[in-house]
């Protein structure tokens, strides 16, 4: 879901994410008091999936079972 340059994920984190160019990244994880900024070049041919999935194996890291 989209909402004020912000893209929203409904996860059980309450994820959301304003994407920048070429792969640069601010993803906010409000229940795990945690902000990811990623300033790297993502080339087209990974595509957006791939960096998604990247920064959910982070977020993931984080997250305590």
């Known amino acids: 879901m989209y909402g004020d340059h912000w893209w929203l ?3 059980q984190w309450g ?3 304003a994407s920048g160019y070429e792969g640069q990244a601010t993803m906010v994880v409000p229940g795990l ?3 990811l900024v990623r ?3 993502t ?3 990974n595509g957006s999936d791939h960096l998604l999935l990247h920064l959910a194996e982070i977020i993931s890291a984080f997250a305590s079972d």
Do not use: A, H
């Open 15 to 17: 994820s959301f994410r």
């Open 9 to 11: 994920y409904p996860c």
């Open 43 to 45: 080339p087209s041919v």
């Open 33 to 35: 008091d945690l902000v």
């Open 39 to 41: 300033l790297g070049k």
